[in-house]
């Protein structure tokens, strides 16, 4: 069986940090890109940033570049997120995903972790 779980969303103020995990397990998390997703209220998911099975990040949101990281640790199955410099519009529900290098049909996501950013 297949598990995404995220870790260490929360609340925090602007201009804070927060370290998102995720824990994978059922897959050989080597063989897979990951990639961080987030969906605010009444938005649709977007993509933050991806790194793939070879170890290349990218950034989609202009927004978040300089100041999130995604990271990966393949002998402990985890990926991460490091978010930096937190805005308001940094609120939302945080995803982790897992697609196969070769086979995209194979793609699995976790049940999102909430990071609200407020005073």
């Known amino acids: 069986q297949v598990q995404l779980v995220e870790s260490g969303g929360g609340l925090v103020q602007p201009g804070g940090s927060l370290r998102l995990s995720c824990a994978v397990s059922?897959?050989?998390?080597?063989?897979?890109?990951v990639s961080w997703y987030r969906q605010a209220p009444g938005k649709e998911r977007e993509l933050v940033a991806t790194?793939?099975?070879?170890?290349?990040?990218?950034y989609a949101p202009d927004s978040v570049k300089g100041r999130f990281t995604i990271s990966r640790d393949n002998a402990k199955l985890m990926m991460y997120l490091q978010m930096n410099s937190l805005k308001p519009e940094d609120t939302a529900v945080y995803y982790c995903?897992?697609?196969?290098?070769?086979?995209?049909?194979?793609?699995?996501w976790g049940q999102g972790t909430q990071v609200t950013v407020s005073p």
């Open positions: 995903n897992a697609v196969h290098r070769w086979t995209l049909s194979l793609k699995f």
């Open positions: 059922g897959i050989i998390f080597s063989n897979y890109d």
């Open positions: 790194v793939t099975s070879a170890g290349t990040t990218t």
